[in-house]
């Protein structure tokens, strides 16, 4: 991608983070600020330090001479497992951008702020881990990869929730889904370097989650109707962040191939455990009649994703069973 494109798609980017206003948020962020700071201080007594550069594996690594040309030969790693990599590190890539927006949602004041740093800081820990481990073992084209990772961040293409009950809502589906791609790719990689780091870092992941999944909880305790609203919309409207990624269609769809990340995941360990259990949101009551439709039309979303998920899984056990006779 060019300079000039870059700089274009930035201002663009500027452009639309200047028409994204906070709107009724700073109450609600205020009452919700010691529930902040009591959970941050859970997450910093249940995460553990871990330091990249103890995970790759340096000693398997050479120079890549002039005019060195990537041969898929190099890894045993299958076409599925490398897209879900590329994937998930470019994804981890566009940080600058996501760190934006939560500053944006939930402000530089208090506990918010110690919160956002922090998160900040572990998730850069992320994209280090695994740019070097494929760095290292060439599991990728480093030239597509770097390109890659250039028209990702200079494209500067992130969800955007509008709120700060609907960044909530989003951030912890996204965190979640985040952990079980990290985790499932990490499961089909052979190679036990590539496997603790992806699951180091799904644990990361999974500290993030319940941390925004216990503030949505706080937020429904005090504005159930608006935060009814907020998952109404962003679960219906939910999508895993790729947007800006090159090819990022075909990369899904491979990874969906897999198992690594598919509808019948979204709903069985997304929507089921987390809407319809912790939130509980077909029980949720005391709701303004727009609230009232937006669990109504969410609960419907969520049925008709559960027979989705269920025909895929149908369609899953009946071809292990053709490819076993």
Request: charged share 25%.
């Amino acid at each position: 991608m060019g300079l000039r494109r870059c700089v274009l798609l930035g201002l663009a980017s500027v452009a639309s983070l200047r028409r994204m206003v906070v709107n009724g948020d700073i109450a609600l962020l205020a009452e919700l600020e010691p529930v902040a700071a009591s959970l941050l201080e859970k997450h910093l007594a249940a995460t553990k330090p871990w330091h990249p550069h103890t995970f790759v594996p340096w000693s398997r690594g050479e120079d890549f001479e002039p005019g060195y040309e990537w041969d898929p030969r190099e890894s045993t790693m299958s076409p599925e497992v490398r897209s879900a990599l590329y994937v998930n590190l470019l994804t981890e890539d566009n940080l600058p951008y996501y760190f934006r927006d939560i500053e944006r949602m939930f402000g530089r004041d208090g506990a918010w702020t110690h919160w956002t740093h922090r998160w900040t800081a572990e998730e850069a820990r992320h994209a280090v881990a695994i740019r070097d481990y494929l760095t290292v073992t060439r599991a990728v084209d480093p030239a597509a990869l770097e390109e890659g990772r250039m028209a990702q961040m200079c494209g500067a293409q992130v969800p955007e929730p509008e709120t700060a009950t609907d960044g909530l809502v989003y951030v912890t589906l996204q965190e979640l889904a985040t952990r079980i791609s990290h985790r499932n790719t990490g499961a089909l990689i052979e190679d036990r370097a590539g496997y603790d780091i992806m699951r180091r870092v799904a644990m990361d992941e999974n500290h993030h989650f319940i941390f925004y999944r216990n503030m949505t909880k706080a937020a429904l305790e005090i504005d159930p109707s608006r935060v009814v609203q907020s998952i109404e919309k962003e679960v219906v409207g939910f999508s895993m962040p790729g947007e800006g990624i090159p090819q990022f269609d075909s990369h899904a769809k491979m990874i969906a191939s897999a198992g690594i990340y598919d509808l019948e995941v979204h709903y069985e360990q997304i929507l089921k455990p987390v809407v319809l259990g912790f939130w509980d949101l077909e029980n949720i009551e005391g709701l303004t009649p727009e609230a009232q439709q937006s669990q109504e039309k969410a609960a419907k979303y969520i049925a008709k994703s559960a027979r989705v998920a269920e025909r895929l899984k149908q369609r899953k056990e009946a071809a292990a069973a053709k490819a076993a006779a």
